[in-house]
C-alpha cells in the first residue's frame, strides 16, 4: 500500500519551523551551558536540544498518535502504524553551543523500512529542504520549491569535499590520517559540524562529495534522502551509506571516489 507523504511534509514544515524559531528565541547571547555529554567529554546535549526534541515530539503524537517515534535525545517508540519518524533536534549540536553558524533540525519518517520523507531546516538561517521518496528534493524560497541537482561533475582533483570527525577519540587519529591522505589529491576540505546540511549543500551542489564515518541514523536519514532525490550517490560498504560509512557523490565519479576513500583508509 502506497501512502501519501505529501501532507505529512506540509504539516512537518510547520512544526520544525516552529521549533526552530523556538530554538533561535531561547538561545542565549555568547556559549549554551552544557547539560550533560554522551559518548565522550566532547558529545554534547543542551536543555535546548532536549526542549527542541520534545516539542516535536509531542506535535508529530498529537497529528500522528500512533506512529513511531526515534530521536536522538529520548527514548524511542515503535508505534503501529508502520511509520517511524528520526529525529534529531539540534544537528551540529557543538556549532549551536559556540554560536558557529551551521546547526539544523532533521526530520525524517520511515514507511515499512524505507525513507519515505526528508526534512531539514538551517536554524539560524531558515533555509528549508525537503523531499519525498520518487519526488524529487528541492529548497522552499517563500511560496516558491527550487529543485535540487546536486554538484557538476567535475575530476577527484577539483573536489571539495565535506567531512565530519567522531566525538570517540580512539576513532579520531584514524579519521583524521585517512583525511590527511585524501587532501593532498582534492581540492580542499571542508568541515560543517552538521551532517543534515553537509547532506542538504551536497543536494543544492555547494560541495562536490561528502565523507563521514560514525553517522548515526538522525544525523544521516533525512539528508539522505534529500541528497539521492536530487541524483547523487549515496553509499558506504556494502552499498549501503550507514555509522560505517557515509559517501555522497556525483553517480558519474561515484566508483572511482569510492575506491580514493577505501585506499585512503577511511
Ligand atoms: C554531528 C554530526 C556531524 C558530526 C559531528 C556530530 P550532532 O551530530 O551532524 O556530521 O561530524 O561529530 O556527530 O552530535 O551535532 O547531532
Not at 519551523?17 to 555529554?37: I, K
Not at 541514523?217 to 560498504?237: K, M, S
Request: aromatic share 8%.
Amino acid at each position: 500500500m502506497t501512502k501519501d507523504f505529501s501532507t505529512a511534509l506540509d504539516q512537518i514544515r510547520i512544526i520544525s519551523r516552529e521549533a526552530a524559531s523556538w530554538g533561535r528565541a531561547n538561545r542565549p547571547d555568547g556559549r549554551v551551558d552544557v547539560a550533560a555529554t554522551k559518548s565522550s567529554p566532547t558529545d554534547v546535549v543542551t536543555e535546548l536540544d532536549r526542549g527542541c526534541e520534545q516539542r516535536i515530539r509531542e506535535a508529530i503524537s498529537q497529528h500522528w498518535p500512533n506512529d513511531g517515534f526515534i530521536g536522538e535525545e529520548s527514548a524511542p517508540s515503535p508505534g503501529t502504524s508502520g511509520v517511524v519518524w528520526i529525529v534529531d533536534p539540534i544537528d551540529g549540536t557543538v556549532n549551536f553551543v559556540y554560536g558557529v553558524a551551521g546547526y539544523a533540525i532533521s526530520i525524517a519518517a520511515e514507511y515499512q523500512g524505507e525513507t519515505v520523507l526528508g526534512y531539514v531546516i538551517d536554524i539560524s538561517t531558515g533555509a528549508e529542504y525537503g523531499a519525498l521518496r520518487g519526488g524529487g528534493a528541492w529548497r522552499w524560497e517563500g511560496a516558491e520549491k527550487r529543485t535540487l541537482t546536486g554538484p557538476p561533475a567535475v575530476p577527484i582533483e577539483q573536489m571539495l569535499v565535506a567531512t565530519g570527525f567522531n566525538y570517540r577519540q580512539e576513532l579520531r587519529e584514524k579519521q583524521g590520517q585517512a583525511v590527511a591522505k585524501l587532501l593532498p589529491h582534492i581540492r580542499d576540505i571542508r568541515r560543517l559540524g552538521s551532517a543534515a546540511l553537509d547532506l542538504v549543500a551536497m543536494a543544492e551542489g555547494r560541495l562536490d562529495a561528502y565523507v563521514e564515518e560514525g553517522l548515526k541514523p538522525w544525523d544521516l536519514a533525512a539528508g539522505e534522502l534529500i541528497a539521492r532525490e536530487a541524483g547523487l550517490i549515496v553509499t558506504g560498504f556494502d552499498g549501503k551509506a550507514n555509522e560505517r560509512l557515509t559517501i555522497v557523490s556525483h553517480n558519474s565519479v561515484a566508483r572511482d571516489f569510492f575506491d580514493h576513500i577505501v585506499r585512503c583508509g577511511f
